[in-house]
């Protein structure tokens, strides 16, 4: 039976988080035998702001350490690094051409991105269209990410538009947009904890914010950040009642707690029964429960790198597979060698 095809990636920029778990990575591990699954640590994206060799090589790994940790199964699925499988940056080459200069600066991540960088490089800027390619490659149906890679999707579905109708008219139906031509339209797959905040209440849980709570940290860590994290502004006193909708603890709290606390935990803000440090004591309690088990698991393949670099390199080879075949009839329909 052909099963549908998912991909996705994560930049290998930083620490695994629990806004890459809860917006992407739980979500890759609920479809990975749902679907034929491809999830890539996109090495090359990461390159587009400064950055130094040797972290990113560790940063690489660490990666796919930790996202086996979550619970990926590499025999499951097929995970890999992006700079080992080179048709990506072939394939993100012939898609520039097809790509309006237009649409890129309209893009708000570069915008985000490129306020906060000195030099803005050409590859921040042409970042979507390396992403379109990853995706485009495995001819992926669905991409599960988080809300902030919704506006990367449309141009990746616009540059499979653009490209179908140059290059293989034959191939689509003008009758039915929504039936596959050579590229299908990749549609993302979002979850309820598609935006997770950062603990300042303030903006999206990023890396490159400093906002993060690491899906590896131990509890002590966790509540250090945990412990003055905003809550209910309108709580300034203990006996204020809140509003646990407007919280952003509470959010976190439906994320990883079971449902029957999540509603005592309501109750409780709009009473006033707890105050917000009781909250998060449970909330703390809620996240070990699900956090430890992934942590011992990132010990046990810290401790054994060399298994680890076998799954990438089977992992590549199988990618490898899928990309030389899409990159071989794509040339030939453009006419190149
Ligand atoms: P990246 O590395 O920033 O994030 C990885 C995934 O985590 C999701 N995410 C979040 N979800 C909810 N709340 C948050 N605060 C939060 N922060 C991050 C992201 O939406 C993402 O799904 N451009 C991509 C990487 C990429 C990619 C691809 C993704 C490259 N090629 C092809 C899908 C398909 C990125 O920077 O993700």
Redesign the pocket.
């Known amino acids: 039976m052909h099963r549908s095809r998912i991909?996705?990636?994560?930049?290998p920029?930083g620490e695994l988080h629990i806004?890459?778990y809860?917006?992407?990575?739980k979500n890759w591990v609920a479809l990975q035998t749902q679907y034929e699954s491809f999830f890539?640590i996109?090495d090359y994206?990461a390159i587009t702001v400064p950055y130094e060799p040797a972290d990113l090589r560790r940063r690489t790994r660490d990666m796919a350490g930790s996202l086996i940790a979550a619970g990926i199964d590499p025999a499951a699925c097929t995970m890999f690094v992006q700079s080992a499988v080179p048709e990506h940056t072939e394939l993100a080459w012939i898609f520039n051409t097809v790509t309006p200069l237009g649409e890129l600066e309209r893009q708000t991540q570069f915008k985000e991105k490129s306020s906060r960088q000195e030099s803005i490089s050409a590859g921040l800027l042409n970042?979507p269209v390396?992403?379109a390619a990853?995706?485009l490659l495995y001819k992926a149906d669905m991409?599960p990410?988080?809300?902030?890679?919704v506006q990367?999707l449309e141009l990746s579905r616009e540059i499979a538009r653009r490209w179908n109708a140059r290059f293989a008219p034959h191939l689509s139906d003008a009758s039915n947009p929504e039936a596959s031509g050579f590229f299908p339209e990749p549609k993302p797959l979002l979850t309820p904890?598609?935006?997770?905040?950062g603990l300042d209440g303030q903006a999206?849980?990023?890396?490159s914010l400093g906002n993060t709570v690491g899906l590896l940290e131990d509890p002590k860590e966790i509540w250090e950040k945990l412990r003055p994290a905003v809550t209910d502004p309108a709580r300034v006193r203990r006996t204020d009642p809140g509003t646990p909708e407007v919280c952003n603890i509470y959010h976190l709290h439906k994320a990883f707690s079971p449902p029957e606390t999540v509603e005592h935990v309501a109750v409780q803000c709009r009473t006033a029964g707890w105050g917000c440090i009781d909250c998060k004591k449970v909330l703390l309690d809620s996240m070990e429960s699900e956090l430890a088990p992934i942590r011992e698991r990132a010990a046990e393949i810290r401790a054994n790198p060399s298994t680890l670099d076998e799954t990438l390199a089977a992992g590549a080879e199988r990618a490898r597979s899928v990309a030389r075949e899409t990159l071989r009839e794509t040339k030939e329909l453009m006419g190149l060698q």
Not at 193 to 197: A, D, L
């Open positions: 991909f996705s990636g994560i930049q920029s806004g890459n809860l917006g992407a990575v890539c996109v994206h970042y390396l992403q990853d995706i991409v990410v988080g809300e902030d890679q990367h904890t598609r935006r997770i905040m999206k849980m990023s890396k």
